[in-house]
């Protein structure tokens, strides 16, 4: 029998616990629509320049060299933007049919090492980030590859591979293999089996691995910023250097849609994930 006094401590354990995880970003939403340009701690009134402002749809009061200063942040920011989005993609659909294709083969096939090769891809994931991107940076180096686009999305590759797996092979687990069998007994090939019995089971978990991967892509900080090149930033390492130079109004507007959008990917992954097989 649950104990009233019990259940109302973790109630309130639980409340404490939501307020310190996501207090801090309410704040950040909330700041979003102040207008004081100077000090952001102070509350004027509600506006929503800051985000027109941040794709060039709202006209301010500044000089020509101010003006210049403010497009040209602008054009950064997208063409960071552009860059968060080419390396997501491509990251996303690397990932999705690595991680896939090894989460089939540990399932339905048994070799030596498999053990180890399960927990080898594990290790990613337990891995400190800046450990893994100064790793990262050090093989580049002394492989003499030139720091781009390509070696951000082969060293986002590394760790997101190990997601998906997870993802997909939770979802292999809940599936009856009697199926397969019964299609190679009516005659189907493994191929055959694969594209139309395998894959549509496993559509959600895959789905459900792949935006998690994307929303994990667009706002990777620490490991891009060490396998970055000039001139390849993306919105995070982006935003980290506004950062530096001080916090500014737009900081928050763009903070704000990196939640709404990732909160809105990875909801949709966890519905797919989450969807039962017919």
Same mark, same amino acid.
């Given at each position: 029998?649950? *104990?009233? #006094?019990?259940?109302?401590?973790?109630?309130?354990?639980?409340?404490?616990? /939501?307020?310190?995880?996501? +207090?801090?970003? /309410?704040?950040?939403?909330?700041?979003?629509? @102040? *207008?004081?340009?100077? @000090?952001?701690?102070?509350?004027?009134?509600?506006? #929503?320049?800051?985000?027109?402002?941040?794709?060039?749809?709202?006209?301010? +009061?500044?000089?020509? @060299?101010?003006? &210049?200063?403010?497009?040209?942040?602008?054009?950064?920011?997208?063409?960071?933007?552009?860059?968060?989005?080419?390396? +997501?993609?491509?990251?996303?659909?690397?990932?999705?049919?690595?991680?896939? &294709?090894? &989460?089939?083969?540990? +399932?339905?096939?048994?070799?030596?090492?498999?053990?180890?090769?399960?927990? /080898?891809?594990?290790?990613?994931?337990?891995?400190?980030?800046?450990v893994l991107g100064i790793g990262l940076l050090i093989f580049f180096v002394t492989l003499g590859m030139q720091l781009s686009l390509m070696t951000i999305i082969i060293g986002h590759c590394t760790f997101l591979t190990s997601y998906v797996f997870i993802i997909v092979q939770a979802r292999m687990a809940g599936l009856n293999p009697a199926l397969e069998e019964a299609s190679a007994d009516l005659g189907a090939s493994e191929w055959v089996t694969l594209r139309k019995v395998l894959l549509p089971q496993l559509a959600p978990g895959i789905m459900g691995g792949a935006l998690l991967a994307f929303v994990i892509s667009m706002d990777d900080l620490v490991i891009t910023y060490f396998v970055s090149g000039t001139g390849d930033t993306t919105l995070p390492v982006f935003i980290f250097g506004m950062i530096r130079r001080g916090v500014k109004p737009e900081i928050n507007a763009i903070a704000t849609l990196l939640i709404l959008a990732s909160v809105a990917i990875a909801a949709l992954g966890l519905w797919l994930r989450s969807r039962k097989t017919d």
């Amino acid at each position: 029998m649950k *104990s009233p #006094l019990g259940w109302a401590a973790l109630t309130a354990f639980s409340l404490l616990f /939501f307020a310190f995880i996501y +207090a801090p970003l /309410f704040v950040i939403i909330g700041y979003s629509f @102040n *207008s004081n340009p100077v @000090n952001m701690m102070i509350w004027e009134e509600f506006t #929503l320049d800051w985000y027109t402002g941040i794709f060039g749809l709202t006209e301010r +009061a500044m000089d020509a @060299n101010s003006r &210049a200063a403010y497009i040209e942040s602008t054009d950064q920011m997208l063409a960071a933007l552009r860059n968060s989005l080419f390396v +997501a993609v491509f990251t996303t659909t690397i990932s999705t049919v690595m991680g896939t &294709a090894t &989460a089939i083969a540990l +399932a339905r096939y048994r070799f030596r090492a498999r053990k180890l090769y399960d927990g /080898f891809l594990l290790l990613p994931m337990m891995m400190p980030d800046i450990v893994l991107g100064i790793g990262l940076l050090i093989f580049f180096v002394t492989l003499g590859m030139q720091l781009s686009l390509m070696t951000i999305i082969i060293g986002h590759c590394t760790f997101l591979t190990s997601y998906v797996f997870i993802i997909v092979q939770a979802r292999m687990a809940g599936l009856n293999p009697a199926l397969e069998e019964a299609s190679a007994d009516l005659g189907a090939s493994e191929w055959v089996t694969l594209r139309k019995v395998l894959l549509p089971q496993l559509a959600p978990g895959i789905m459900g691995g792949a935006l998690l991967a994307f929303v994990i892509s667009m706002d990777d900080l620490v490991i891009t910023y060490f396998v970055s090149g000039t001139g390849d930033t993306t919105l995070p390492v982006f935003i980290f250097g506004m950062i530096r130079r001080g916090v500014k109004p737009e900081i928050n507007a763009i903070a704000t849609l990196l939640i709404l959008a990732s909160v809105a990917i990875a909801a949709l992954g966890l519905w797919l994930r989450s969807r039962k097989t017919d």
